[in-house]
C-alpha cells in the first residue's frame, strides 16, 4: 500500500522528527556527502527489512553502518586493526568505509549474514545530525530502487521512493556524487572493493593497497566476490550505455557516424562544439564527472535515449570510481579505438 512520503528540510525540528521515525522503526532517505542514503536503526533487524523491500534489494548485498563518533565504532566492530584507527583518523568524517569483524549487535539481515560489517562515518552535516539525534548507528544503502542510478538530488529520492517510505530529508546536491570507498584489511595492506572519492593514491600514503580485480571486471557467473554489490549489474538507466575509448577525435568520429534516432553522446564538455549528434555532457575532470554521473544517466532516461556513448573517464584518482559506475551502467560493454 502506498503512504505518503514527506519531504523535510534540515532544520533541527524536521531532523528530530526524521530521528523520531528511525527511532520507531521507520526508514528514512538521507543526504550524505557521497550519494542519499535510505536510512533505518542498523541494530533493528524489522527496520532493516524495509530497506531491502522498499529498494527491491538482493537479500546477500550487505548495507554499511553509519556513526557520527568516533567512540561508537568499537561497539559494532572488534578486531580493529591499527591501521584502521589510522585511517579512520586521516579520512573520519568523509567517504570511506572499513568493513571489519562485527560484534553480535549487528543483526544478520544488515550485514547480509556475512560476520564483517561495512562501517563509515560521512561528514555531511545533517547525516551527522540526524545519527545523533536519532541515537542509533544507522544501516543505510543508496536510496535508489535497486539497479538503478544512485540518487543525488531529493528529487531522486522521491522518484524511486515516494510512496514506499514516510520521509525525505533534503539536504541539497551530494557534493561527492558517487559512493564511498570501501576497504578491507590484510595483515598491513588495505583491499580497495569500491573505489571511491578517497582514491587508491591517497590510500597508499598510509598503507599498501591491493585494488579489487572486480573494481574493473566482471565476477564470472556464480563467482565470488568479496563485495556482494560488485557482481549485480547496477546504476543503469533504460538506455544501453556503450563506454568508447579513444582520443577526442577519435571519440566525435565514432559518435558522427553513430548518430541517428535515440543516440546520444555523454562527453566531457570541452568537446560540445565538436559533437555533432545530441550530447549530455558529464564534466571535464573526474571531481565533476562523479559529481554528475548519476543525474547525467538519470536524465538520459528523461529525454528517451535509448544508445548512449559515453566517451571513457581518466581512470585516475576519483576517476577510478567514475569508470567503475560507468563499466557497471555499460555492463562492462567497451568499444576500444
Ligand atoms: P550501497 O550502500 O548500496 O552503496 O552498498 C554498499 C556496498 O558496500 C555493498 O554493495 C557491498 O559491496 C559493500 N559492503 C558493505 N558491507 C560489506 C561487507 N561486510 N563486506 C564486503 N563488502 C561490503
Ligand atoms: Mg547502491
Redo the contacts with the bound molecule.
Sequence with gaps: MDISTKLLGTSEEELRYAAGLLARGEIVGMPTET?YGLAADAENPRAVEKIFAA?G?PQD?PLIVHIADIERLEEYAHSIPVIAYRLAEKFWPGPLTMVLPKKEIIPDVTSAGLNTVGIRMPCHEAARSLIRLSGKALAA??A?I?GSP?PTEAAHVMADMRGRIPAVVDGGSCPVGV?STVISFEGDAVRILRPGFVSAEELSEWAEVICDRHITEAAAEGEKVLSP?MKYK??SPKANVTIVDGSEEQYLEFVSRHGGNGVCAMIFGSEADKCMIPYIAYGDTSEEQAANLFAVLRKLDGIGAEQVYARMPSPQGVGLAVYNRLLRAAGFEVVRL
Design positions: 550519494v529498494k534489494r548485498n544503502p543508496s535508489n535497486s544512485s559512493e554489490g547496477h546504476y
